[in-house]
Structure formats: C-alpha cells, structure tokens
C-alpha cells in the first residue's frame, strides 16, 4: 500500500472505530454550526475556554461589528475567533505553503435573538483542497477537537 | 482508453481505491455489527439527534432562525410526515437547509417524531393523493399577481437566509424557493395546495380562499409552482473543480511586493484592515516569523450585503493576502472564494463569491506585475 493511501486507509479504520464507539456526532455536511442558549459575552467566553482548554492558542478576535458600527450600518455582535497551536502552524506554514490562506483556523461567531450562533468550516472538508498524506491525519485531528469544543459550547448553560 | 502514464496512474488509483473501499467496508461491516449488539430497544433519540443536526438553524423549540419555524401548529398541520422525511433527506440544494443523506430511515423517523412534538396535539391533515389538475399558463399570471412578491418571479425565494443581518426582527420567516428541486420533491401538489388554500398562521402566508381567489385558481397556481420541476436548476458542480488557493509570483522583491498589494487592495476599492506577519498572536513580539506576511482588507458595503445573503461569510472574514517568500520566490496567495462557496450550498451566496474572486485575481495580477 503506498505512502499516500495509507492514512486515507487508516482513516476509514478510524471512522469505522469512531463510529463503533458512537463518538460522531451526525453532520450534514461541510460546515458545522451551532447555537448556544447563552447570550453572546457568555459564549464567547465559553468558546475561548474550550478552545483553549483543547491546546490551541487564540491569536485574534476579530470585531466585524465593530468596523461595520464605526462605517454606519445597523449589525448584531459579530466576531471572528482566529485559533491554532503556535507550533504547528510554524511547521504547517513552513512545510506546506499552500495551505498559508487557510491559517490559522478561525469559528464565526454573532448573535441572534438573544442566542448566539458559532459556525465553522469542518477541517475535514479541506480534505478535498489539499492532497498531503500528513494533513489528511491533521485535519482529522482538527476536526476531532473542534467538534468537541462546539459540544461544549453547545452543552453550556 | 487509457494509455501511457495514464493507464499507469489509473491502475494504481483502481488499485489503491479497492483497498481503501475493502478498508472501508472492513469499517463498515464492524460498524454493523456493533449495531447488531446494541439491544433492540436502543431507539434513535430524536431529540439529541434534533439538538445535533437542526437546532442550530430551527431552533431548539422549533421556532425557527436560520432556518423556518417548524413548531408552527399550521405548518405541522399541512407537513405530512413523508414532506419531513423527504426535506430531511434531501435538503434544499443551493440554499442553506442542507441535506442528510446520512441518517438512517431510524433517525430520520426520530427527528420528525420530535417535530411533532413541538405541537402535541396537532396531527397532520390528511391530504389527498395525486397530482392537483390545473392550467399552468393561467396559474403563471395568478402566481405573478399574488405570490411573486414574497416567492419571487421565478420561484426562486426570498432574499437571504432568515437569520439576524438577512430580515427585520419581527418577520418570522422568509419567503422558502418554490423552484427548489428539494422542495418540489418533498412536497405534494395536495400540500401546497392546502398552504395556499388555508394560508400559515403565524407567517406572512395568507389563505388564498379568504383572498378570494377561487379553488380552480389555486389549482392553477400548484400547476404552475409545480411546471418548476421541468427547468433546468443545477449550475453549482463546477464550483469543486475550483482551485482552493489563487497564487501569483512576484516579480519584485519581499517588502516591495507587500506594498503593491496595499495599493492594490486600495485600487479595488477596498480599505486596508491590517498587515501582520502569519505567526503574530502565536508566538512572542520579535520571535514571529517574517517570511508571510498577511494584509488584511475589507469593503464594508460588499461585507454588509454579503451577511445579508448569509451571516456565515464570516469564514471569508476578513478578506486577506498574504505574501510568502520561499526559495527566493515571493508569492502572493489567496483563498478561492468560489471554491469555498461549494461548502455553502447558498446559490446567491455563489455570485458574491464569484465578484470577489474577480476582486482576488485583480489584487494578485496588479500586485505581482
């Protein structure tokens, strides 16, 4: 079996595992979203906990609202949350250039009616983009560790 | 015929697809088997499976957001549980409601039993079977004079998602595509016949009969809604053969490069956000590297429309280059915003992402020429 095939290979072994397990969540598709019963501070919160809490560093929100405030529109709160392990986007971005545009990793996050709403790109769907043997693992991991960390922003109250 | 490399290259990807496929159904045949252990009586839990799969968008009462409101009692009332499944199962291509094809029937049948439970006491009517007779020619202009308003002139919706930046507060719902292929399939001519004839409380959707339009009209409008099905609706496919990244190289040098993607950036009359290295954020001031550089940007009308048409663009957000130099060659890279429109199965969505790779490509030529 060839270098390529192997971790494409081990990961039907490991969605099939995963799936014995009942550790996956049903997903319709390539994005995930969910909504959080709290208000938008109290998520935000809890979504940098969990982040954190998985390893990963913050290294920016971004305040969409803000800037659309400060242009004159009418918006909700908005923000984006950049994450990513410092060490592993240093060796990402060094040994693999052309996956540059999608780091670091990053949720979306605004308000509605009072609940907040958190949606992501599944890092699994990148799967599609980039055809390294190494990232199919990372983004498997990627993706393991975010559907966590929307569990719990999804659990808290 | 293969031949060549080519012929090389298909047996080795035969090759290897035969043993991912035995892989897989390795996976497959312990996952049935585990499901054989699990006791009979470990039902779906539908509303667990809701919380995962609906919630976000429907809400976790049912009373919509993103998506419809489906604790509505009319809305349940006209909805047969096969209209449910069929939504379920096969989404609304090219809008937000994405499909679920893989639920089993179990769960899928658990969902809908939790739907229902938003109105206890409301059972589905029934409707008859069969297509609804009617003159489509007729049914076209009554659908121009009563319907086209909120459903649009071809069907073809209301305008945005439902959610926070897409509609005022107090309007419940948007207007659902009528000419989605989705739609078409799950619903019965008996159904959208009821809709129109007893309106939905609770929605800007008002009965027709009180309207005064008579049955044979409404007949004629669900002939007409349903003449949708023989128009030609797919135009997304070839978004997945879009390359992810845009890349030009730079004739000139690092620094140089970075400040002709700021003039860019102003020559496409976007404003510039920020530039910072790649690593600024994961690692202390002085010890980020300088080898990428990222320059953000932003149009903040494109950006206001942009949620209009779906609040998740913030995953585009904000809009960036980046300039990478490797081997004594500097790069300028992008995402493809018409490649990542295929994860969105938003159609009005695609457009906008089809003007900003038109925005992307013209900061990527005018910076590296």
Request: with cysteine; glycine share 8%.
């Amino acid at each position: 079996m060839s270098a390529r095939l192997l971790p494409k290979a081990l990961y039907a072994l490991a969605a099939g595992a995963a799936l014995l397990l009942g550790l996956t969540a049903a997903r319709a598709d390539e994005l995930v979203m969910v909504r959080s019963l709290q208000a938008f501070p109290e998520t935000m919160l809890t979504l940098q906990e969990a982040i954190r809490r998985h390893g990963y560093v913050i290294s920016r929100v971004q305040r969409v609202d803000v800037g659309l405030t400060r242009m004159g529109y009418k918006t909700d709160l908005y923000r984006v949350v950049f994450y990513g392990k410092p060490e592993e986007i240093r060796r990402l971005r060094r040994d693999y250039p052309d996956l540059i545009p999608y780091l670091p990793l990053k949720l979306s996050v605004f308000a509605e009616n009072g609940q907040t709403l958190v949606v992501g790109v599944r890092p699994v769907a990148l799967w599609a983009f980039f055809d390294h043997p190494e990232l199919f693992d990372v983004f498997a991991r990627w993706d393991r560790d975010l559907q966590s960390i929307l569990d719990e922003v999804r659990e808290a109250r | 015929m293969l031949t060549g490399v080519n012929a090389a290259m298909g047996r080795r990807e035969y090759k290897q697809g035969m043993i991912f496929r035995a892989l897989s159904s390795l996976s497959l045949a312990a996952f049935l088997v585990a499901g054989a252990l699990v006791p009979a009586h470990a039902a779906p839990d539908g509303a667990l499976l809701y919380a995962r799969n609906c919630a976000a968008c429907h809400g976790a009462d049912g009373r919509g957001g993103v998506g419809v409101p489906l604790a509505l009692p009319d809305f349940l009332a006209t909805a047969p549980d096969e209209y449910l499944r069929k939504t379920i199962r096969l989404g609304r291509p090219g809008r937000v409601m994405p499909a679920f094809p893989h639920l089993s029937d179990a769960e899928v049948d658990a969902i809908v039993r939790h739907i229902r439970s938003f109105a206890p006491g409301v059972r589905p009517r029934r409707l008859p079977e069969g297509p609804v007779h009617g003159d489509p020619k007729r049914g076209a202009k009554l659908y121009a004079r009563h319907c086209a308003a909120c459903h649009g002139p071809d069907g073809e919706g209301g305008k945005g998602t439902g959610v926070t930046f897409s509609r005022p507060r107090d309007l419940p719902i948007i207007a659902p595509a009528l000419n989605n292929p989705g739609f078409l399939a799950a619903a019965s001519d008996a159904q959208i016949k009821a809709t129109l004839m007893w309106g939905r409380k609770g929605t800007p959707m008002p009965s027709f009969l009180k309207q005064g339009l008579s049955e044979r009209d409404i007949d004629d409008i669900v002939a007409f809604v349903r003449s949708f099905e023989r128009r030609p609706h797919e135009r997304r496919a070839a978004l997945k053969d879009e390359p992810p990244v845009l890349v030009r190289e730079s004739a000139s040098d690092y620094a140089a490069t970075v400040e002709n993607v700021k003039q860019a950036v102003a020559g496409q009359n976007f404003r510039l956000i920020r530039v910072q290295p790649l690593e600024q954020g994961f690692f202390p001031e002085g010890e980020a590297s300088r080898a990428e550089t990222i320059v953000y940007f932003c149009n903040f009308n494109f950006l206001y429309k942009a949620l209009a048409v779906d609040p998740r663009v913030g995953l585009f957000l904000p809009c960036r280059v980046t300039v990478v130099e490797r081997g004594g060659k500097v790069l300028v890279m992008s995402i493809n915003p018409k490649r990542l429109a295929a994860l969105f199965n938003n159609e009005e969505l695609d457009e906008l992402c089809e003007r900003m790779r038109g925005v992307y490509e013209a900061i990527l030529e005018d910076s590296t020429l």
